[in-house]
């Protein structure tokens, strides 16, 4: 397989105004990728947009967008085609979860969930994986979580739409072999950003916590390597607890992960 290209590409990242979907595009641009950074907050995208080109010089675009909304995929994709770019890197962070018994739940912000942590990933994936593996020189990549190697008691949904994320990645992987494009899920735990904040507790931050460079570091090693991965999990703590997680029985796994979310 080629090795990953950044020079002469263009990236477009999901989640970007801040946390993890911002250090992509950091990484990204300091290796020469131009980059489109989407969220709903296009202040801050505006910001690190002129930030990324003053340091890099490189293409910066913003392009406020809510994934949740049905279509999103197609607007996004209609709107680059409009722009006259051309993508070969995906990489697919936006997101969000909650913490609390599933009978507390409200039940708009579980469809919510639902819809931008499942639907948005595979609505944008679908959009631009012809552009991906047609170009076969960038990456596809997606934000799963530690979440996803087993049940989540105080966290079931987010749990299950990262399981989702997970296996969707890993099919396409396969389904996608031959085509140059570069598929990953990657898994972090705990990372130093506002997702807690939007979670509103510290009970779901398990493991060590990693910074987003952590993780964004881990992936492009995996994406640079000879032959990259389906999936990697970021972090060997991590690694262990996911690998202890899929080989424990499966109320073991489950009893542990009550506990440990405090559930």
Known sequence: MPTLSYQGTCALITGASSGLGAEFARQWAERGADVVLVA??????ETLAEDLRKKYGVAATPLAADLA????GAALREALDARGTIVQTLINNAGFGSHGAFL???PAEISRMIQLNVGAVADVTRA???QLT???????????????????PAMAVYG????????????????????GLRVLAVSPGPVDTEFFDVVGTRDAMVGKVATPADVVAATRRALEGLRTPPSVVAGLGNRLSARAAQLAPRRLALA???RALKA
Do not use: I, W
């Open 160 to 179: 299950a739409t990262k399981a989702f994320v997970l296996s969707l990645t890993e099919a396409l992987a396969y389904e996608t072999r031959g085509s």
């Open 134 to 152: 047609a170009e076969g020189r960038g990456a596809l990549v997606t934000v799963a979580s530690t979440a996803a190697y087993q049940p989540t």
């Open 104 to 106: 507390e739940q409200d």
């Open 69 to 72: 909304a049905p279509g999103a």
């Open 256 to 258: 542990a992960a009550g």
């Open 40 to 45: 709903r907050r296009l202040d801050r995208l």
């Open 128 to 130: 631009f994986l012809p």
